[in-house]
């Protein structure tokens, strides 16, 4: 677990508009640019904010990553993914 | 010849401009209401200077550098976050005193982190849009104390600093009218599971503690129970000791509180009297 690539990956592309294009444009080529685990890259390319943050990674990071990014754009949908036992298991 | 005019505590709920409507008339006039009058207030008092102490959000400051306490020295604009209607401008820096408070406080042995030219987040400038602006033509010091990510800077110091600052501008050798507003709301869980709830005791508990000057049941309580009761959000009460600290006071009254889920904070406005 890398936990600070993880809060890296996001502060950048919660804060920074280039950032987001260049994940928008080529996932894998952004993310060779952080020190993150195999899984770790799963879980920004696939939103999983509830393991990230069971894995101790800023909540406001989170959040505001997925308001940036997620399709939905959603605090509801962000909010209904956060189910408290994956974050207690995680 | 300086002096301090007291202080205050307000909210920065950015869901206020991305969500106006959400509230209703009635709860929106209310709090549009403590606003105007902490503005109100700002005026009566004729201060000149106002210093604003904010949270950053992990958006001014990133993994590669997160200061404890900082204090904006020079050029000041904002905000680095753009709201709907929080309007992007340059904010008038007393740099004269924000500089002679820094060089004091490193004498004291608090060692502030400068900024030349800052760009605030909304923590900074809703206080400045809602309370500062209205009330003429002041300037403005910003402060930003380390309240939402770790290492947060500790309780006792974010009073202390409060406390400095106001020795600080009585020492300050020409005249000036300073007032302070510790910028931060009390029960809110960011990006939490949580999110959306509102501690109505809590957030009233820890608005008597600010007006009866107890800052020992702030300072005391710890971070873990602060979260389990107010949410990770409610760790910027660390404004309201800075405040608390600066006045040095043991009295001042409430001006409103709104509870509001819909804008997932619980919002609490206050006066603090000057000793």
């Known amino acids: 677990m890398s936990l600070a690539a993880l809060e890296k990956i996001l502060y950048d592309l919660g804060v920074q508009g280039q950032a987001r294009k260049a994940f928008a444009n080529d996932k894998e080529a952004f993310l060779a640019q952080y020190r993150l685990e195999p899984n770790e890259k799963i879980w920004v390319c696939e939103f999983a904010v509830n393991l990230m943050l069971g894995a101790g990674v800023n909540p406001m990071l989170t959040l505001g990553y997925w308001m940036f990014l997620h399709p939905s754009h959603s605090r509801?949908?962000?909010t209904s993914s956060l189910n408290p036992e994956d974050i207690t298991n995680g | 010849m300086a002096k301090v005019a007291g202080a205050f505590v307000v909210p920065h709920?950015?869901?206020?401009?991305?969500?106006?409507?959400?509230?209703?008339?009635?709860r929106r006039e209310h709090v549009d209401n403590c606003y105007a009058t902490v503005a109100k207030r700002l005026n009566q008092l004729a201060a000149d200077t106002v210093i604003v102490v904010g949270a950053d959000h992990y958006i001014m400051f990133g993994p590669d550098c997160l200061p404890q306490y900082l204090m904006g020295i020079g050029d000041v604009e904002g905000p680095i976050d753009r709201l709907p209607g929080l309007t992007k401008g340059v904010i008038p820096n007393d740099q004269e005193l924000a500089q002679f408070i820094r060089s004091e406080g490193s004498r004291e042995g608090y060692d502030w982190a400068v900024a030349n030219s800052l760009v605030v987040d909304h923590s900074v400038m809703v206080p400045w849009q809602l309370c500062i602006q209205p009330a003429g033509d002041l300037k403005v010091i910003p402060i930003y104390l380390a309240s939402g990510v770790e290492p947060l800077v500790p309780k006792q110091r974010a009073y202390d600093l409060g406390a400095a600052a106001a020795r600080a501008v009585h020492k300050f050798p020409k005249s000036r009218n300073v007032a302070l507003i510790g910028s931060g709301g009390i029960s809110h869980w960011v990006g939490?599971?949580?999110?959306?709830?509102?501690?109505?005791?809590?957030d009233t508990w820890v608005l008597e503690q600010v007006i009866s000057g107890n800052e020992k049941a702030l300072i005391t309580l710890s971070d873990e129970d602060i979260i389990r009761q107010g949410g990770n959000g409610a760790l910027e009460i660390r404004s309201f000791l800075f405040a608390m600290g600066f006045t040095g006071g043991r009295s001042g009254c409430a001006i409103g509180y709104e509870p509001a889920p819909e804008w997932i904070t619980g919002l609490g406005f206050a006066e603090l009297y000057k000793t």
Not at chain 2, 13 to 26: C, R
Not at chain 2, 192 to 202: I, L, R, Y
């Open chain 2, 192 to 202: 939490m599971a949580e999110m959306g709830k509102v501690n109505t005791a809590f």
């Open chain 2, 13 to 26: 709920d950015p869901l206020m401009f991305t969500s106006p409507d959400a509230l209703g008339v009635k």
């Open chain 1, 76 to 78: 509801a949908h962000y």
